[in-house]
Nanobody, 129 residues
């Protein structure tokens, strides 16, 4: 059974940092790209970042490039999202998403993510002073 569990969200001040973690199980983690998507209430889901299965290729949305860093530890079946220089507009529910290797490309992440049963509950990030 595919399971992803996100953690690390919370309240941060503008300019602050948070590190999200996602523990995955039930699938061959090292053969999947892993992505982070987020949803702001009233807005569409959007891809934030993604990392190829072997860590060789990344995707970042323009709004987070240079501030967020995605990484993974295949030995621990875990993916991370280091978020620095946080802004109020980063406030959202963040989801960790397994992505088939063959889907990992710019065009896929430019589209609106489609929720599936593989999605977790998400972790809330709130950026406010």
């Amino acid at each position: 059974q595919v399971q992803v569990v996100e953690s690390g969200g919370g309240l941060a001040q503008p300019g602050g940092s948070l590190r999200l973690s996602c523990a995955a199980s039930g699938f061959m983690f090292s053969r999947y790209a892993m992505g982070w998507a987020r949803q702001v209430p009233g807005k569409e889901l959007e891809w934030v970042s993604a990392l190829y299965s072997d860590g060789s290729d990344t995707y970042y949305a323009g709004s987070v490039r240079g501030r967020f860093t995605i990484s993974r530890d295949n030995a621990k079946n875990t993916v991370y999202l280091q978020m620095n220089s946080l802004r109020p507009e980063d406030t959202a529910l963040y989801y960790c998403v397994p992505v088939p290797e063959t889907y990992h490309r710019q065009a896929y992440y430019s589209a609106v993510p489609q929720r599936t049963d593989y999605w977790g509950q998400g972790t809330q990030v709130t950026v406010s002073s």
